[in-house]
Nanobody, 121 residues
């Protein structure tokens, strides 16, 4: 499975971006898709995750109410619209996929290359 993230960029505080992550390869084995982020000098942290059906979603407290995760299984793509962005959201955002179960730890089977999000104050 290969994951290709896109949609990052530079935005002012209060602005919006939408990240996308397209999966290719043996995608039938994917159950959960998630987003993580890593700011300079910090550990990678969980942002959001979604089950295969989309019926279960999970968010970090820091992004609840501002970020939304959803997926289009027909396109093997997961999206992360991000609203009301803050400077502390600045990080490299990674998409990830897991073969079974939804978890909020780093225990995912596949990782994308990351896309930079920079929020200016």
């Amino acid at each position: 499975v290969q994951l290709q993230a896109s949609g990052g960029g530079l935005v002012q505080a209060g602005g919006s971006l939408r990240l996308s992550c397209a999966a290719s390869g043996r995608t039938s084995g994917i159950y959960t898709m998630g987003w993580f982020r890593q700011a300079p000098g910090k550990e990678r942290e969980f942002v959001a995750a979604i089950s295969w059906s989309g019926g279960s979603t999970y968010y970090a407290d820091s992004v609840k109410g501002r970020f939304t995760i959803f997926r289009d299984n027909a396109k093997n793509t997961v999206y992360l619209p991000m609203n009301s962005l803050k400077p502390e959201d600045t990080a490299v955002y990674y998409c990830a996929a897991r073969r079974w179960g939804v978890v909020t730890t780093n225990d995912y089977d596949y990782w994308g290359q990351g896309t930079q999000v920079t929020v200016s104050s």
